[in-house]
């Protein structure tokens, strides 16, 4: 009963958006899928996966379809800031073009400095247009920190020279939904590692609306689209965790799914790179994995049409969608429940955890630690040849 009025509920917002102009024209997106050899088929079968990834039940699928229908009746700005680009990488360097990479297409991207073509005067222009145009009715994604140095000039942008924090804080006032996207946006990221020269922000220090975190360096593809299709369904915040990230993604830890958990509870760890272990497929908890501390849904839904994910590959997870992973996952190849036991330059082990940031991760790391000390007593986490 309550799906069905939450059904009904969507399906009415859906249907007031339909109303909407077409902001982009030129294709729909069948046309736009067919062109890339996806078949109506295909679309359905990835509807699907968004609809149960989204945690709604297999019966709101055709609603998923058609939000994504829908996304170019929603104008989008992207700005960069200091970030590597990977964010957008992630959407778009896919070697066969994917559905969500389409749909990123089809999205009405208003600004986006990586693919657009203007540049400079132009450029600025488009998106001071943009931000007048649809003032109050846009999606704003923001990519990387953002330096909020002594004097604002750490990142200027544009022939003005407008500082990066001006250009989002102005952004941000205008528009309809605010997502941090990738970690550098969320929570500062690489650029605001130890000793942060550019004194590097998250995007919520530049405003005070609510913003949504979607956070990995990069996100998949999967968790962009998603909070953009969930935006077009509802209409409203998600339920987010304490660190303002949409639980539908990143309310389980990777080590919950893990296809090499079975291991970990075996006991059965990779020593070093390379070694029989390796070959076999052992859990890399010893060789520096991080899964456990990390919340995010690689371990479900994986990266490029679920192709494969980090650990897949066969490095462990380096907890790049929590906050301040540079500084507190590191070293990346060794376990965290070394730093937490052997502690250096006299400090305790209460004050190095401390640093890890919270106290369920520091619970969790020496809980960890001590399944995996247990196992190498047992001897069971050999792995002669
Ligand atoms: Fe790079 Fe995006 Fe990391 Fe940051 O991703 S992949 S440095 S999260 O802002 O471009
Ligand atoms: Fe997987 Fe890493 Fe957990 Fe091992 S420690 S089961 S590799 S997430
Ligand atoms: Fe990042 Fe770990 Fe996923 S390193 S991409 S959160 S497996």
Not at 19 to 43: C, N, Q, V, W, Y
Not at 213 to 230: D, T
Request: proline residues 5%; hydrophobic residues 40%; aromatic residues 10%.
């Amino acid at each position: 009963m309550e799906h069905a009025k939450l059904y009904e509920r969507l399906a009415e917002r859906l249907s007031k958006l339909e109303k909407f102009p077409r902001i982009k024209e030129d294709k729909s997106i069948a046309t736009l899928m067919e062109e890339h050899g996806i078949s109506r088929r295909d679309f359905m079968k990835w509807a699907a996966g968004v609809t149960a990834m989204l945690s709604l039940p297999s019966s709101f699928t055709p609603l998923m379809a058609q939000a994504a229908e829908l996304t170019d009746r929603l104008p989008v700005v992207w700005l960069h800031m200091a970030e590597c680009t990977g964010c957008s990488e992630s959407l778009l360097r896919t070697d066969a073009p994917t559905i969500d990479s389409v749909i990123f297409d089809y999205i009405s991207l208003e600004y986006h400095e990586t693919i657009m073509a203007a540049a400079g005067w132009q450029a600025e222009h488009n998106l001071e247009s943009a931000i007048a145009k649809y003032k109050g009715k846009f999606i704003l994604m923001v990519e990387g920190g953002i330096p909020a140095g002594a004097t604002e000039n750490y990142l200027t942008v544009g022939p003005h020279g407008q500082t990066g924090f001006a250009s989002a804080k102005k952004a941000a006032d205008a528009a309809a939904a605010i997502f941090a996207i990738g970690t550098c946006s969320s929570f500062g990221g690489v650029q605001a590692a130890y000793p942060n020269p550019s004194n590097a922000q998250a995007l919520s220090k530049v405003t005070s609306k609510p913003v949504i975190n979607v956070p990995g360096c990069p996100p998949s593809e999967k968790n962009i689209i998603g909070q953009v299709l969930h935006y077009i369904l509802f209409g409203t915040l998600p339920a987010l965790d304490a660190y303002n990230r949409p639980k539908w993604a990143y309310g389980l830890r990777i080590h919950d799914l893990c296809e090499r958990r079975g291991h970990f509870d075996a006991g059965e760890f990779v020593q070093e790179f390379g070694d029989a272990g390796a070959k076999k497929g052992f859990c890399l908890y010893k060789v520096g994995c991080k899964g456990p501390y990390t919340f995010n849904n690689c371990s479900r839904e994986r990266f490029n049409q679920h192709t494969s994910w980090p650990v897949q590959a066969g490095h462990g997870c380096i907890g790049c969608s929590e906050p301040d992973f540079w500084d507190n996952m590191g070293p990346f190849e060794e376990p965290l429940g070394n730093r937490l036991y052997h502690t250096v330059y006299g400090e305790g082990a209460d004050k190095t955890a401390d640093k890890v940031g919270v106290t369920l991760l520091a619970a969790t790391a020496v809980g960890i630690a001590a399944h995996a000390a247990i196992a190498a007593i047992k001897g069971s986490g050999k792995t002669e040849e």
